[in-house]
């Protein structure tokens, strides 16, 4: 038992960077939800199904803490510290985007793995909600929780590194905090509780299908297919619109309308608006292209806007339970954006604006990014970006202009890259601020929906 103990204090103390360096929460401009209200993620009846986790299946940690040397180092050391001071969800948000980049992931899996690790963390503190229990309990919830999400996303990581790290937050939070045994053993349970849903919903959200490539329309030609100079023929996540949802019944119940039908004005007017920007780019433009061009080997969108509420619970000063609630309504707000998106990619097939201009306006036209091996209508950037600028927007009122503004220079990145058409991305954004706007209704209730609606800007810029 000493030598996991050592193995764990050894991971925790060796590793940089994983924590954002924040000072304790003093309170903050974002919003609480309506008093007595706490809003789970994770299937209800899951959670209160489970059984607790047995003392055996993991280190006997109040036996551990009783040792003064190890009280000592986590007391004092600048690492440890880290972890036991500030919102409790930061560190595991900064592994959770090293792992994502570390293992390439696009998009669509960077939000799956967002989206769980954050609705646990929520989760682990609503479960501790109805015994009042302090900051130091929820950190200790949240720890439990987010390590044994993340090492099951993560299975390829050294065996036991993730869960030591959370055994070491764990024992930082405790040295720090003189918790009780009794609350500390609550909080340890709840956090194994909803750890195991969230796992449960994971294995059952439809992540793991296999896309029959049988399912594929016939060629014609307002069909996607493979783009040049790469020529993928096969489409990334073509079931992805089919992923379990949080906020929506499923990907389909908010949809765009229909993209404008090949071979129509609208659409030629669209494919010559692409070459033209594309033949006159400006330096500006070309910056803004390759600064959202995020896609596997990046933190992708989806770690772009998480890099932004981190920046955001700093400037507020934002608390354990405040911030997890923040997390856990962005993240689930960008995995429904990009579920839906995708529903709406496979449902069209639309093909890419460098085929149309290829064989109607200009046959050497090549984008200035390369094009991704997917269907064209909505543009994924877009749908992330509008639910995320949405979901700020009810939390940081103050900076919805600025925030709005990012979202649409995200989708217009799509536009200068040359791999999108406007309809592409207008939709895209309207599409995700309607599942924003669904998430902040549940998340934080009617009045904050209210106020986020009064902030958004036009869709077209």
Not at 119 to 147: F, K, M, P
Request: net charge neutral; glycine share 6%.
């Amino acid at each position: 038992m000493v030598g996991a103990l050592v193995g764990g204090l050894c991971l925790l103390l060796c590793t940089d960077g994983l924590a954002a360096d924040v000072p304790p929460a003093r309170g903050s401009a974002a919003p609480a939800a309506d008093p007595g209200r706490w809003v789970l993620w994770l299937p209800e009846q899951s959670v209160s199904s489970l059984l607790a986790v047995p003392e055996a299946a993991a280190p006997p940690l109040l036996a551990m803490i009783v040792d003064d040397s190890i009280q000592q180092r986590f007391t004092s050391d600048v690492l440890a510290r880290k972890w036991a001071v500030g919102p409790a969800s930061l560190p595991w948000n900064a592994l959770a985007l090293e792992l994502i980049v570390k293992y390439q992931q696009n998009p669509l899996r960077a939000a799956r793995v967002l989206a769980h690790v954050h609705a646990a963390a929520n989760d682990a503190i609503g479960e501790l909600a109805a015994t009042r229990s302090g900051e130091a309990a929820q950190a200790v919830a949240v720890h439990v929780a987010s390590a044994a999400v993340l090492a099951h996303f993560y299975p390829r990581e050294s065996p036991g590194r993730l869960e030591a790290l959370g055994i070491g937050a764990m024992l930082a939070v405790a040295a720090k905090s003189g918790i009780s045994p009794e609350a500390l053993a609550a909080a340890r349970q709840a956090g194994h509780r909803i750890a195991a849903a969230a796992i449960r919903r994971a294995l059952d959200d439809g992540g793991d299908a296999t896309w029959n490539p049988a399912d594929r329309p016939a060629a014609a030609a307002p069909v996607w297919r493979a783009a040049p100079p790469l020529n993928l023929y096969q489409p990334t996540e073509s079931l992805a619109g089919r992923w379990r949802t949080w906020a929506l019944t499923d990907g389909g119940e908010i949809a765009p309308p229909p993209p404008p039908p090949y071979g129509s004005d609208r659409h030629r007017e669209e494919a010559r608006e692409v070459l033209q920007v594309s033949r006159a780019l400006t330096a500006e433009q070309k910056r803004i292209a390759d600064e959202w061009n995020l896609d596997k080997g990046s933190v992708t969108p989806p770690g772009v806007w998480n890099r932004k509420a981190i920046n955001l619970v700093a400037r507020h000063r934002l608390d354990t339970a405040e911030t997890a609630r923040l997390l856990a309504a962005l993240n689930v707000a960008m995995a429904d954006a990009l579920v839906a998106c995708w529903r709406a990619k496979f449902e069209h097939w639309t093909v890419r604006p460098v085929n149309v201009i290829r064989e109607q306006l200009d046959p050497s036209f090549l984008p200035y990014l390369f094009t991704p091996p997917f269907p064209a209508y909505v543009s994924g950037h877009a749908a992330a970006s509008g639910a995320a600028a949405e979901v700020f927007a009810a939390f940081f009122p103050e900076q919805a202009g600025e925030l709005h503004a990012a979202a649409a220079e995200a989708a217009m990145s799509r536009l200068y890259g040359g791999i999108h058409f406007r309809s592409d991305n207008d939709e895209g954004l309207r599409l995700g601020r309607a599942i924003g706007r669904r998430v902040i209704k549940r998340s934080l209730g009617d009045r904050h929906l209210r106020a986020s609606d009064k902030s958004a800007p036009p869709v077209v810029q």
